[in-house]
């Protein structure tokens, strides 16, 4: 299972475009800013919509020198929903991941980058969000997932929205300021940052996975995140001790989702 991954991945990256995961539909939702590349597999509008946000991608070929493409090798997030049963399930890529570059005149690397969670970037997850699932506006019920720094445009996502229903999020980076002071790299500047959108999120129902073996995003970040949401009882974290940044998720995402979503202790 990892190897097929591992090689659908790799295709992805040198062809500019994900595989297609049996019974999604791939589809190109241009919004105001930006073409993003989605995978959809709609059965019945009347159910929930689960979706996926991918992770930062291949922002960085070094410390000092950005990707100049930034779709990721592995695309964890979509490796996730191959594995949801649900009924309604979209992915959503990031701006200019698996996008032909010549396609969308507002690539450049400073939308993965320093600006990867700008307010265009969001406004533009957003928009698509309202496009793919258009024909359940008047029920519309989002599970929003999203991977690293997808993890962070779900809640920025759900903060200007009515309509979510539960957050989750895998190795997410829900304060990058503190991420990149433990790491010693330059902050974001013209980010939205994850964290000041907490207070704000608090009543929805929530599931921070933490992966025990991360070195990327320490586990304190999503505590931190936790203790910004104040005195919810909505906000969960769960450790997987054996997971990294990027791997141990898929082989236990299905069970994983079957932990409850409330607000209940």
Request: a neutral charge; proline letters at 7%; aromatic letters at 8%.
């Amino acid at each position: 299972m990892r190897f097929i991954i591992l090689c659908l991945a790799l295709m992805a990256f040198l062809n500019g475009c994900a595989p297609n995961p049996v019974g999604f539909r791939r589809e190109q939702i241009q919004t105001d800013r930006f073409l993003l590349t989605a995978y959809t597999k709609i059965t019945d509008n009347s159910q929930p919509f689960d979706i996926y946000i991918e992770g930062d991608g291949l922002a960085w070929r070094s410390r000092t020198q950005p990707s100049l493409n930034p779709t990721p090798r592995n695309p964890l997030a979509l490796a996730l929903a191959a594995r949801d049963p649900a009924a309604n399930i979209i992915y959503i890529a990031r701006p200019c991941q698996f996008t032909p570059m010549d396609e969308d005149q507002h690539c450049n690397p400073s939308y993965w980058t320093s600006r990867r969670f700008s307010e265009e970037v969001i406004a533009s997850v957003n928009q698509a969000v309202d496009t793919l699932t258009g024909a359940a506006t008047k029920n519309r019920r989002l599970n929003l997932i999203g991977y690293s720094g997808g993890g962070a445009v779900a809640v920025l996502v759900a903060a200007r929205r009515h309509d979510v229903a539960s957050i989750r999020t895998v190795a997410g980076n829900l304060d990058h300021d503190e991420v990149n002071r433990i790491h010693n790299v330059t902050p974001l500047y013209g980010s939205l940052n994850a964290i000041d959108q907490a207070a704000k999120v608090a009543a929805i129902p929530q599931l921070h996975f933490i992966g025990l073996k991360d070195d990327i995003v320490p586990p304190d970040i999503a505590a931190r995140f936790r203790i910004a949401s104040g005195p919810t009882r909505c906000v969960k974290l769960q450790t997987i001790a054996n997971a990294t940044h990027d791997s141990g998720w898929t082989e236990l995402w299905p069970e994983l989702l079957k932990e409850p979503m409330n607000c209940e202790d």
